[in-house]
């Protein structure tokens, strides 16, 4: 199917929301962070950025969430634009086929993170972020970038969850010592952590992070001051990590029923890039067995499939 040309995107997503708010299987909420496990599984949130400068939205698009591993896009383009490629000597960039918290890959790949959306590859992504700063200073430049992305300064850090995390993180501090132990990690893990649990923390609404995702469906340009947040290169190659490993051992069947890079949370949101066309977020609570959004990804395959946005479809050769 081609990209369907001005598709009526707020009919169609209108559509999607009845049909979502109507379901019973939702999946499950997490429940392993204090503050995520309190949040009511009947939400469902939908907004779109068009690349001509459209918002679009339904549902619950203006209820702040916790992004959770969402976050781990922005910090990895942040931690890009520090160290530059040199990021790939400490992180892979393949897709890992096991659990976002996983511990196994890690003895036999020498403490290096088979890609930077698992857990133990954002850790380090954080450790990079942390170089030359105090925690505190890191957790601000993390939430003035996404401010700036998203040209809202309501964006907040939860620190509700941040804390909650931080008390019962403890897998988060097996991976962050394990990695340590092969060299790394080169702060202090509970200032690594630190930063690592206030990113993921980081309060949003579907329009605010769906404005976030915008430099990524335009090669890697800021929306509104046209300059570049990350060079088209190194846009496309985000885009790629998405698609490959955004949500982790659910990736292949995410690119099977959607066919669009995306990133997902375990508070139920999902950031997904139409390159030169749109960025989405949705939002529903209810998680599958993988730890994504279950309705969210539903929703995202009904609009792949009514608008022709998987980029696996046809394109005009120009
Ligand atoms: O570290 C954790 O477990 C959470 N802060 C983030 C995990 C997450 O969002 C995985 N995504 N599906």
């Known amino acids: 199917m081609p990209v369907t040309v001005n598709p009526d995107l707020q009919a169609i997503i209108d559509r999607i929301t009845a049909d979502m708010e109507g379901r019973e299987d939702r999946g499950k909420v997490a429940d392993y962070i204090p503050g995520l496990a309190r949040v009511d599984p009947r939400h469902f949130g939908i907004a779109i950025a068009t690349h001509d400068g459209r918002i679009i939205s339904a549902g619950d698009a203006t209820t702040a969430f916790s992004i959770q591993s969402v976050s781990k896009v922005f910090a990895l383009t942040i931690a890009l634009g520090k160290v530059g490629d040199a990021l790939w000597k400490r992180v892979g960039r393949e897709p890992s086929g096991n659990a976002f918290n996983s511990i196994v890959q890690l003895e036999a790949e020498q403490g290096i993170p088979r890609n930077p959306f698992i857990n133990a590859g954002a850790i380090v992504v954080s450790d990079i972020i942390l170089s030359g700063h105090r925690p505190g200073e890191a957790i601000g430049e993390i939430l003035r970038f996404v401010r700036d992305l998203a040209g809202d300064d309501d964006i907040s850090i939860d620190e509700d969850v941040a804390r909650g995390e931080a008390e019962t993180g403890y897998r988060n501090a097996a991976l962050a010592h394990y990695m ?21 923390a980081l309060a949003m609404t579907c329009i605010q992070l769906a404005k976030a995702g915008r430099y990524l469906m ?43 890079p995306g990133k997902s949370g375990v508070g139920g949101g999902i950031l997904c890039v139409v390159p030169g066309i749109a960025s989405i977020a949705v939002w529903s609570p209810g998680l599958n067995e993988r730890g994504n959004s279950t309705l969210g990804s539903l929703a995202l395959e009904k609009l792949a499939a009514a608008t022709g946005w998987s980029i696996f479809n046809e394109r005009d050769p120009g």
Do not use: K, W
Not at 180 to 200: A, D, K, T, W
Not at 229 to 253: K, W
């Open 218 to 260: 335009l090669e890697g340009q800021h929306p509104e001051t046209g300059f570049n947040v990350v060079s088209p290169t190194r846009a496309r190659r985000i885009n790629a990590l998405m698609m490959m490993c955004g949500h982790y051992d659910g990736s292949g069947e995410f690119a099977f029923r959607v066919g669009i």
């Open 180 to 200: 340590r132990s092969f060299g790394n990690i080169q702060h202090p893990v509970e200032q690594v952590l630190g930063v690592y649990f206030h990113q993921c």
